[in-house]
């Protein structure tokens, strides 16, 4: 088996043990290139090349050669497939963020697979950057909190932020206690625009000097809230208080 391959199912999980009933601690994205510490069954152990992320995941049939030239912009990109000429939508997703390579195009598809097309406006370059990062943030809005996601399908307080950085192909930790050793601390201590918050276990991002958004385990969703409300309610219903305070453009 070689070492290096590249995800190509539209999401999976990985888990913290070769066993879908232990913890899921991240997921993987179509199109990341992954490397393959070692089999165990029907397991691979592996380390996500982008963060460096260690984990479990099924083994299957992955694609070792891959070029993605665009990637994923829209929250959620329906794939399609085609039939005497018309584009049907089958049951399958691509994520935001996701790197695809092209096999073929007609006016408004990409085809990235054998018969799997995704629409063209639902792309962009892979170079492309957009660090507008509320809006980017605010795609997420309402999507359900889940432990290890990364997707809208569910996802957690730190991927939130990583997932940012990662469309703009910049690298940043994918846990939270990671996070906070990498980010520099403000000098600063009024809040502003793009201010990064963390606490033990837990992050999120200013909007503006007010308003504050993240992945929030005890309302069960991304949502916007009160900047000052939420420092206090953290620090009254978990008992924790503010470890440290960056920007998203010191990055």
């Not at 000429?85 to 408004?108: D, H, P, Q, R, V």
């Not at 991002?205 to 953290?234: D, E, S, W």
Request: glycine share 4%; charged share 30%.
């Amino acid at each position: 088996m070689k070492n290096n391959f590249y995800f190509n199912k539209s999401l999976a999980n990985i888990h913290s043990k070769p066993s879908s009933k232990s913890e899921v601690i991240s997921q993987i994205l179509y199109g990341e290139k992954f490397l393959v510490i070692k089999k165990i069954k029907n397991w691979i152990k592996i380390k996500a090349l982008y963060d460096n992320y260690i984990g479990f995941i099924k083994l299957d049939k992955f694609q070792d050669k891959f070029s993605p030239k665009y990637k994923i912009f829209k929250i959620k990109s329906h794939v399609y497939k085609k039939s005497k000429n018309k584009f049907l939508k089958t049951g399958k997703y691509l994520f935001f963020s996701s790197g695809i390579s092209i096999l073929n195009e007609s006016e408004n598809y990409f085809e990235f697979e054998k018969n799997q097309w995704i629409k063209k406006k639902d792309t962009k370059q892979i170079n492309f950057k957009d660090e507008n990062f509320i809006k980017i943030f605010k795609q997420f809005l309402n999507t359900k909190y889940l432990w290890g996601g990364k997707s809208r399908d569910g996802i957690d307080c730190s991927a939130l932020l990583q997932i940012y950085f990662k469309f703009n192909n910049k690298f940043f930790p994918r846990d939270t206690k990671d996070q906070i050793r990498y980010c520099r601390k403000n000098n600063r201590d009024e809040l502003r625009k793009g201010d990064i918050i963390f606490w033990k276990g837990h992050v999120g991002i200013c909007i503006n000097n007010k308003n504050f958004i993240h992945a929030y385990g005890p309302r069960k969703k991304v949502l916007i809230m009160p900047t000052q409300k939420t420092i206090k309610l953290i620090e009254k219903t978990a008992k924790l208080e503010i470890k440290k305070v960056s920007n998203v453009y010191s990055y």
